[in-house]
């Protein structure tokens, strides 16, 4: 921006005082600042932006400031809160403010800036899954008036009169539609709208107003309101709000009142992997293009959401390991699997035709057979390519493609290229080609390459991928459907990534979770952790681009793992298992502490604690043999593992030699012992730090601290709890702050945070500073003490649901355990009865329905949930329908819906029950599925559900009537 005022000369008879004000809270110690892009508010600096003073009025905290600028001045800025040494503690989110003084004002006229804090939910609104999906018809209205213009030639030369410049937010708003400002004063129509100020459209979802009063009409009330040409009037929610005018008697008060306060908008959608969507059209798996089929499926269900896990391309290792959606191959590429061969091209030749419809007949099994499949789609993709080769890749839409991926696409292809040549991911067997450089990438991807016909292929299918995701994308924003899509935390070990990019990951560690609901044993994901301190010198610029690349076709998405941008639990290399690893950062156990407390005997609390009794109840007879192979006695009755076989992963390797020699008949109960036994410690010696320490997660589980004196067991047990729950919050909260703040502003999507697991305190609040959307699942509740969740009290950002990918259905939840579905029939729905050993749909209407009535933003289900609801649906075996077992490292992703979207399109039932569900929740439901909802019962109406159970009667079955209120 241009500041005229800089150039202007200006004195101080001439000058304009600019007041700044905005009533904030802050703890003691705590200041605000303003910051923005002029010298005189610190250039960006927030060590010398200006420091406000805070003033009561009332029930707020007023913090006040004044610079005095030219007339032309003009600047963005934003508020900041600061300690005593002025660091920054938080800061506004959303856009830069932006300050555009009204023209010809005079010398020592004070123009007064009345602000609200804008906090991170306060942009929810202006996401583009909002702005460009949801409220995408609120978009179409032409500009009035343009922001910053405003209209003052009526202010009495006495002084005597105020201008008031009226501003508000509203993404949300039908077409003939208007928004007024109403108030207590004659000249706001004194609360009739008809005598209101009609506000004009100022672009970006904003509209404004002036309004010139006296003096003698403050103070006074006003609110804002929407009214319909059908003469519908809506106002806005909460209190009126007020305008006092105080001493320092501004000439003119620029009011930005935030958004304009209506019913908190909620809505609904449904969840499925890909690859699980079944259509007639589809090759063996669900299909990109079967995207828009579902769209309108949704439509027709009410629902505005559409949640996909990962896509893009996991070809790790050739087999179906890489059915795994989180290990990705390439965060940019799109997975190969998705691709609709007969979309290719329009002059198919009738033999490949004949080979698609083949292969269609012979994939369309009950799962995902994912070898098969991607053999199919490369081979049949092969064919096509070959015939279009030079008219898909001298076409002006590849061009423009390839020069806005390139970047990307040419490393990518490289490495597909690579791996099949070296017949492995692992670049680090890739000779001369296994230090990346741009120099060696340009010859092998140049026109001249040998292989230059195999690159081309690779992009040739990207190039499709793009083009089909993107159609689907489009059409999904056209419906009114929001494209949800998923971040893994972590990317495959051997990915286009780790070798393009091997600064940006720690290759000698591995990522997981500590023991948590999904798994009691921990998680070992086998990805390398970020290097966050490399990441940071170009701003997270890797982070960025992907982030970017994401919103081409996403308009929300969900952060997986999000604990993880806090902090990860970090294990080493040679781990197989995730029990025995720390949190990164941290602040350790130093050597000097223990030592203060103690603690001398570092090695005996930090070495595997084996004794020969241990030996004997872990494997009985052979006992010896095993101590023979494995171990070494270095004191009586006391033993240390062999040096061969002091990790996990050479456990693994000698076992798998021993078994080759026939000397072991049951491999995996010996592995499971000697893993118990290598994690039988009470510390971790710091790998990079000896004199550094973590304590052993569980750690009062082993024998190891079992062993120990009472001292040492207290000093352990207080050192353990200020680890894990004490001494890392401020600094988990910092990290957090300095990672996330940048990816979520490298895009307009909405984001939403997968929160489950083992929680710190400061997740939550940071979450809700930087407008990040919760995640609830009733069977994990975050409130301790509870066993389920209870929807009704859940926060208004979150997502909630009854069951997710990561856990078993509703109903194989429901079938699983006879003794909870009692508790939760107890406890959740109100009766003694005994339940239902099935989960038949009126149970799951109910569950359903208490989601649907959540005040959480997004109710979203599971499609197999959503297809309880109806009992033609729940012939497969629950059991079948689960989607991953966090609990198996080498989990088949191969699940696939039994029914086709094409037969789901017609069943009208299930559509109205979904979607009478949402209307009568007050969720928000596209215009195309808009409709009355049907006429609703009495007793409904007055809040009671009857559900009707199954039940027996000293041996007769009956059925029995559960009125639930």
């Known amino acids: 921006m241009v500041n005229l005022g800089l150039f202007s000369g200006a004195s101080s008879t001439k000058s304009v005082n600019v007041r700044f004000r905005l009533p904030y809270y802050t703890q003691w110690g705590q200041s605000l600042i303003v910051c923005g892009s002029e010298p005189l508010i610190g250039s960006w600096n927030v060590k010398k932006g200006l420091l406000l003073s805070p003033v009561h009025q009332g029930d707020e905290l007023i913090w006040c400031g004044s610079i005095a600028v030219a007339s032309g001045f003009g600047c963005e800025y934003n508020y900041y809160v600061v300690d005593d040494n002025r660091n920054v503690l938080r800061w506004e989110k959303g856009n830069r403010r932006e300050l555009i003084l009204p023209q010809g004002l005079q010398g020592g006229e004070v123009v007064e800036l009345r602000d609200l804090w804008q906090t991170g939910a306060d942009g929810i609104p202006s996401k583009s899954a909002f702005k460009n999906v949801i409220f995408g018809r609120s978009s179409t209205w032409s500009i009035e008036r343009p922001l910053g213009t405003f209209f003052h030639n009526n202010l009495d030369q006495d002084g005597d009169s105020v201008l ?167 965060v940019f590429a799109l997975h190969p699997l998705y691709l609709r061969v007969q979309a290719l091209s329009e002059n198919i030749p009738e033999d490949i035709m004949l080979e698609i419809q083949k292969a269609k007949v012979e994939l369309d099994g009950k799962d995902v057979d994912y070898e098969a499949t991607m053999a199919a789609k490369l081979s049949l993709a092969r064919k096509i390519f070959a015939l279009e080769r030079d008219s898909i890749l001298n076409s002006s839409s590849f061009e423009e493609y390839f020069s806005q991926n390139g970047e990307w696409l ?51 299918i990207q190039y499709h991928l793009h083009q089909q995701l993107s159609e689907a994308s489009n059409y999904g924003r056209k419906k009114g459907v929001v494209l949800k899509g998923d971040l893994p935390i972590g990317v495959d070990r051997n990915s286009v990534d780790t070798w393009v990019y091997p600064n ?166 010996i592995r499971r012992g000697l893993f118990d036994l290598i994690k039988n410690i009470v510390l971790i010696r710091d790998p990079e730090d000896p004199k550094s320490f973590y304590p052993r997660f569980n750690l009062e589980d082993t024998s190891s601290f079992n062993d120990l004196d009472d001292h040492s067991k ?49 997740v939550h609040p940071v979450m809700e500073e930087l407008g990040l959307i919760g995640l609830r699942i009733q069977r994990m509740p975050s409130e301790p ?32 355990d006879e003794e909870r579905r009692g508790r939760f029939l107890k406890n959740v729905i109100g009766s003694d009865i005994v339940p239902p050993s099935q989960c038949i749909p009126e149970i799951a209407h109910f569950i359903i329905k208490q989601h649907f009535e959540a005040p959480s933003m997004w109710a979203i289900f599971p499609l197999q949930d959503l297809l309880a609801l109806k009992e033609e649906y729940t012939t497969r075996p629950a059991k079948e329908e689960t989607i991953n077992d966090p609990t198996n490292p080498k989990h088949y992703w191969r699940y696939r819906n039994h029914v086709t979207l094409e037969s789901l399109m017609k069943d009208r039932e299930l559509q109205e029950t979904i979607k009478g569900l949402a209307l009568e929740s007050g969720r928000s439901v596209p215009h195309e599925a808009k409709a009355a909802p049907k006429p609703v019962p009495a007793d409904v109406e007055a809040g009671i559900e009857n559900i009707s159970l199954a039940t027996q009667s000293n041996g007769t079955p009956q059925v029995e009537t559960l009125a639930v209120k």
């Open 714 to 762: 207290n000093v352990m047990k207080r050192l353990y709890h200020d680890y894990y729950f004490q001494r890392q919050e401020d600094l988990w909260r910092k990290n957090a702050l300095k990672t996330l703040p940048v990816l979520l502003d490298s895009s307009d999507m909405l984001a939403c945070g997968e929160d489950l697991g083992l929680i710190p305190s400061c």
């Open 164 to 330: 008031v410049h009226f501003k508000i937010c509203c993404p949300n708003i039908e077409e003939d539609t208007a928004i007024y400002v109403i108030g207590s004063s004659s000249k706001l129509g004194q609360w009739e709208v008809k005598n209101g100020i009609a506000l004009s459209y100022g672009g970006d979802s904003t509209w404004h107003a002036d309004c010139i009063l006296q003096n003698s009409d403050f103070p006074f009330q006003y609110k804002y309101c929407k009214h319909g040409r059908a003469g519908n009037i809506s106002s806005e929610f909460g209190r009126n709000r007020d305008l006092v005018l105080d001493a320092s008697s501004p000439r003119y008060i620029l009011l930005s009142d935030g958004m304009l306060r209506g019913v908190p908008w909620c809505g609904s959608g449904v969840a499925i992997p890909m690859f699980s969507v079944r259509s007639e059209a589809d090759l063996g798996v669900g299909e990109f293009l079967d995207l828009k089929l579902l769209v309108d499926w949704a439509v027709q269900s009410g629902l505005h959401l559409v949640q996909l896990l990962p896509v893009n391309d996991t070809s790790v290792h050739g087999m179906w390991w890489d059915s795994y959606p989180y290990s990705s191959l390439s």
């Open 410 to 460: 040419k490393p990518y292809a490289a490495f597909c290229f690579l791996r099949d040549f070296f017949e492995t991911s692992d670049h680090s067997q890739w000779g001369r080609f296994s230090q990346f450089s741009k120099d060696k990438l340009e010859k092998l991807v140049s026109k001249d390459s040998l292989h230059y016909d195999v690159i081309c292929f690779h992009y040739y």
């Open 504 to 669: 940006l990951f720690r290759m000698n560690t591995s990522t997981g979770a500590p023991p948590d609901y999904f798994d009691k044993n921990g998680q070992n994901w086998g990805f390398p952790t970020y290097n966050w301190e490399e990441m940071s010198k170009d701003n997270y610029a890797w982070w960025r681009a992907r982030l970017t690349q994401m919103s081409n076709y996403f308009t929300a998405y969900r952060i997986d793992h999000i604990l993880g941008f806090f902090r990860i639990w970090e294990l080493p290399e040679h781990a197989m298992t995730g029990l025995v690893g720390k949190f990164r950062p941290s602040i350790p156990l130093s050597q000097e502490e223990l030592e203060r407390e103690g603690i001398w005997d570092f090695n005996r609390l930090s070495c595997p604690y084996i004794k020969a009794e241990f030996l004997q109840d872990k494997f009985g007879a052979a006992w010896g043999f095993i101590a023979s192979q494995f171990l070494n006695e270095y004191q009586k009755n006391f033993y240390e593992f062999k040096e061969d076989c002091d990790t996990e992963k050479k456990i693994v390797t000698k076992l798998k030699s021993l078994v080759e020699k026939s000397l072991l008949p049951n491999p995996d109960e």
């Open 785 to 816: 003490g509870l066993e389920f969740g209870i929807p009704s009290q859940y926060s208004y950002m979150t997502v909630c649901a009854p069951s997710c990918h990561d856990c078993s259905t509703l109903r194989a939840w429901w079938e699983e």
